[in-house]
């Protein structure tokens, strides 16, 4: 008999913690939902600002001249794009790039990067390894001549 009360506690208490359990608040946050809103916004249009009217400043928020970028990202692109779902845009291809330029660059936290990017800093923790294993992925034969242990890139 006392078994069957304490199950029957321990199953009111887990009922009760679930039934308390906090609430998500938002699917996508609404200041990172204004990315999608206006893609003409933060890094789309910096990016494209800078490109054209301050090529040194351009320079120096990549890391690299925009002809450099536009191989790279032509390079990794095909690694890195995500298809657009029902339920939202995909981040851009140049988006992730930039992102990643941009930590590798600065060393800035994903935190700090996912203010400048309106994308999560979850989002962007699976980013940016993504897109330094593609970027491995396709420049190691032409620019890493050396033996180097190919199992942690896999």
């Known amino acids: 008999m006392d078994y069957e009360k304490t199950l029957l506690l321990v199953i ?8 308390m359990r906090k609430r998500r608040r938002w699917w996508v946050r609404p200041w990172i939902q204004e990315r999608e809103a206006s893609s003409q916004r933060n890094s789309n249009l910096l990016h494209k600002e800078l490109a054209v009217e301050d090529k040194e400043n351009y320079r120096n928020f990549i890391r690299m001249d ?3 970028f536009n191989e ?3 390079l990794v692109e095909h690694d ?4 657009n779902t029902m339920f939202r845009n995909s981040i851009s291809a140049r ?3 930039s992102i990643t330029l941009r930590y590798l660059a600065t060393g800035e936290s994903y935190k700090s990067l996912s203010f400048s990017f309106r994308v999560g800093h979850s ?3 699976r980013i940016v390894p993504e897109v330094c294993t593609a970027i ?4 190691k034969t032409t620019y890493l001549k050396v033996g ?3 199992s942690f890139y896999k």
């Open 80 to 83: 890195i794009e995500k298809n």
């Open 123 to 125: 989002t962007i923790s």
């Open 148 to 150: 180097i242990n190919d």
């Open 66 to 68: 925009e002809e450099i």
């Open 95 to 97: 988006d992730r790039l």
């Open 72 to 74: 790279l990202l032509q």
């Open 12 to 19: 009111i208490a887990a009922s009760a913690s679930l039934l």
């Open 136 to 139: 491995y992925k396709n420049l």
